[in-house]
């Protein structure tokens, strides 16, 4: 079955500082999705970038990037130069092959310092 | 904003009550997908509908029930509520089924809460 972990609850950065929101995710398909989330702390779900199994570069949206190992089943998400809107709860989530539902981790608290 | 509306915001009941839930997906999105999110479990998958139709489920309890009407909007029924249903619904939509690269857009959910 379908897994996502990640494991920092929470974690803490300097403006203008990168940071890496790790996820590992475990899955006996070749075919796979994985997507980040933001929820800020009004609530909303907010999409910020997708890598696709089959995709041989690493995504980027902007100041979002996905470090993608395959080998290792890890997709962390690299934000850039941290703003303090930044702050929120940041969500790993995929989807298997033929499935259209999206499986989600436990999410990690980013706080922004200024 | 997302486009997919939720309604209501927010909602307070009390134990043994039922309560309908509604969504409206963003305009050409056929499937509607429904989560509920806790601080204990997290975000749960809760139930997938493809144009009218069922087509995924996931812990959804039997006390729950959802469909999905020809207009495309969908409706999660939560019939003898107990406390520990109190959480953040969500509602989200896309425009195909089972595409692997097709993102969620989420609502801004329904805070349930049971007293």
């Known amino acids: 079955a379908q897994k996502i972990t990640q494991t920092q609850p929470g974690m803490f950065v300097q403006e203008k500082e990168a940071v890496t929101l790790d996820c590992t995710y475990d899955?006996?398909?070749?075919?796979?999705?994985l997507f980040w989330y933001k929820q800020p702390s009004s609530g909303e779900m907010i999409f910020l970038i997708y890598?696709?199994?089959?995709?041989?570069q690493n995504a980027t949206e902007g100041r979002y990037s996905l470090n993608f190992q395959k080998a290792r089943k890890s997709a962390n998400l690299v934000i850039s130069a941290s703003q303090l809107g930044d702050s929120a709860m940041y969500f790993c989530a995929m989807r298997e092959g033929l499935s259209g539902k999206l499986i989600f981790g436990q999410g990690t608290e980013l706080s922004v310092k200024p | 904003d997302s486009g997919v509306t939720q309604t209501p915001k927010h909602l307070i009941t009390a134990t043994g009550q039922r309560v309908t839930l509604r969504c409206s997906p963003r305009s050409g999105d056929l499937s509607v997908y429904w989560y509920q999110q806790s601080l204990d479990q997290g975000l749960q998958f809760l139930i997938q509908y493809y144009n009218g139709e069922e087509r995924a489920k996931g812990n959804i309890l039997e006390r729950f029930s959802a469909q999905q009407f020809p207009d495309l909007h969908s409706e999660l029924n939560l019939s003898s509520l107990e406390l520990g249903d109190s959480a953040l619904y969500f509602c989200?939509?896309?425009?195909?089924?089972?595409?692997?690269?097709?993102?969620?857009?989420f609502g801004s959910g329904t805070q349930l809460s049971v007293l």
């Open positions: 899955t006996s398909d070749q075919s796979y999705g």
């Open positions: 890598q696709g199994s089959y995709d041989e």
């Open positions: 989200a939509s896309s425009f195909g089924d089972t595409t692997i690269n097709e993102k969620l857009f």
